[in-house]
């Protein structure tokens, strides 16, 4: 089993508080998504490791008066709606604001500075030294998709849903 994490853009009236309704935006298929929250577009990123964080949680986080710097919620961060079985990962919830942030965030952030900082805490799961070209490129693939992600979202001015959720 592996753990990923599944990001969903949202226009925000479209969003809800209700478990239920954030569950369905994950398992339904991406046409019904689409009807349901007025989009014509579907704006998915899906499987990005959690282990990306790690990149990010060693930036400068800029603090802001409402909360943590947008270091913090490029992937793991986000207001929490907790699921009534305590067994499983809350949703996390990101404003439009705070995902214009965390795109300004990623878009000026130097990946091998980020990369430089992170590479001794990821190398050892990901095949020590003699892996790291691959485990580099990964996270610098996952790096521009999460970049791509957010700068269109945010283009959009819309909200972004997160799951974090186990899969074969």
Same mark, same amino acid.
């Given at each position: 089993?592996?753990? +990923?994490?599944?990001? =969903?853009?949202?226009?925000?009236?479209?969003? =809800?508080?209700?478990?239920?309704?954030?569950?369905?935006?994950?398992?339904?298929?991406?046409?019904?998504? @689409?009807?349901?929250?007025?989009?014509? =577009? %579907?704006?998915?990123?899906? !499987? @990005?490791?959690?282990?990306? &964080?790690?990149? +990010?949680?060693? #930036?400068?986080?800029?603090?802001?008066?409402?909360?943590? *710097?947008?270091?913090?919620?490029?992937?793991?961060?986000?207001?929490?709606?907790?699921?009534?079985?305590?067994? =499983?990962?809350?949703?996390?919830?990101? $404003?439009?604001?705070?995902?214009?942030?965390?795109?300004?965030?990623?878009?000026?952030?130097?990946? *091998?500075?980020?990369?430089?900082?992170? !590479?001794?805490?990821?190398?050892? !799961? +990901? *095949?020590?030294?003699? #892996? &790291?070209?691959?485990?580099?490129?990964?996270?610098? %693939? #996952?790096?521009?998709?999460? $970049? #791509?992600? +957010? %700068?269109?979202?945010?283009?959009? *001015? &819309?909200?972004?849903?997160?799951?974090?959720?186990?899969?074969?």
């Amino acid at each position: 089993m592996s753990t +990923y994490l599944h990001l =969903r853009a949202v226009p925000p009236p479209a969003l =809800r508080n209700s478990v239920t309704w954030l569950e369905r935006l994950f398992h339904d298929d991406l046409r019904t998504v @689409c009807r349901r929250t007025g989009r014509h =577009r %579907a704006e998915v990123r899906d !499987r @990005c490791r959690p282990d990306q &964080e790690v990149l +990010y949680s060693g #930036a400068a986080p800029h603090p802001t008066p409402t909360g943590p *710097g947008p270091g913090s919620q490029a992937v793991l961060g986000g207001r929490p709606v907790l699921h009534p079985d305590p067994h =499983r990962q809350p949703f996390l919830v990101l $404003t439009a604001a705070q995902v214009h942030q965390v795109s300004d965030f990623l878009e000026t952030a130097d990946f *091998g500075a980020l990369w430089g900082s992170a !590479r001794d805490e990821l190398l050892p !799961r +990901y *095949g020590g030294a003699d #892996a &790291e070209p691959e485990a580099r490129g990964a996270f610098a %693939a #996952a790096h521009q998709e999460l $970049t #791509a992600f +957010y %700068a269109r979202t945010a283009g959009h *001015g &819309e909200a972004v849903v997160k799951w974090l959720a186990e899969q074969d």
